[in-house]
């Protein structure tokens, strides 16, 4: 019977890879994290989105103030590599426009981690694609 890509992606790698320091230290210290109840965390945005070949899942939620990413958390149902990238990303986001923000996508969070296995690019994305998505959310509450 053929295996179904997830099947495929769980797999053990044939060859050991090697995680960066940086993806090390993002994955077991997640910076802005959302600990407990999401509600209790003032938020302007929110965006939610899932990787349909993994199944996993990420919701960020964003204070923005003069068009400025002034705070961020983010939780996840995710592997490490989505942790660490989505850590790295929250890091990497705070303080910029919102346009500054976007810019900041999968090739500038794998450069910051050092690298990610090329199997675990995709996890990258996950992060990228929730503000993308909280921002979206914003604009269009915005335009009302
Ligand atoms: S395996 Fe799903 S985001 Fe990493």
């Known amino acids: 019977m053929p295996k179904s890509l997830n099947d495929q992606q769980c797999e053990p790698s044939p060859k050991p890879f090697v995680y960066s320091e940086i993806v090390k ?3 077991l210290n997640p910076r802005n994290f959302l600990m407990g109840d999401e509600s ?3 938020r302007d945005a929110e965006g939610t989105v899932g990787n349909p070949v993994c199944g996993d899942q990420m919701t960020m939620y964003l204070q923005i103030e003069d068009d400025k990413i002034r705070d961020v958390r983010w939780k996840t149902y995710g592997c490490a590599s989505a942790i660490a990238s989505t850590s790295a990303l929250s ?3 705070k303080g ?3 346009d500054e923000a976007l810019k900041i996508g999968p090739k500038e969070i794998t450069e910051f981690l050092g690298g990610l296995p090329e199997h675990k690019f995709h996890c990258s ?3 990228h694609e929730a503000l993308a998505e909280a921002i979206n959310n ?3 509450k915005l335009q009302k």
């Open 91 to 93: 890091e990497l986001i």
């Open 96 to 98: 910029k426009t919102l």
């Open 125 to 127: 994305v996950l992060g």
């Open 25 to 27: 230290e993002h994955f």
């Open 138 to 140: 914003y604009r269009s």
């Open 40 to 42: 209790k965390y003032q």
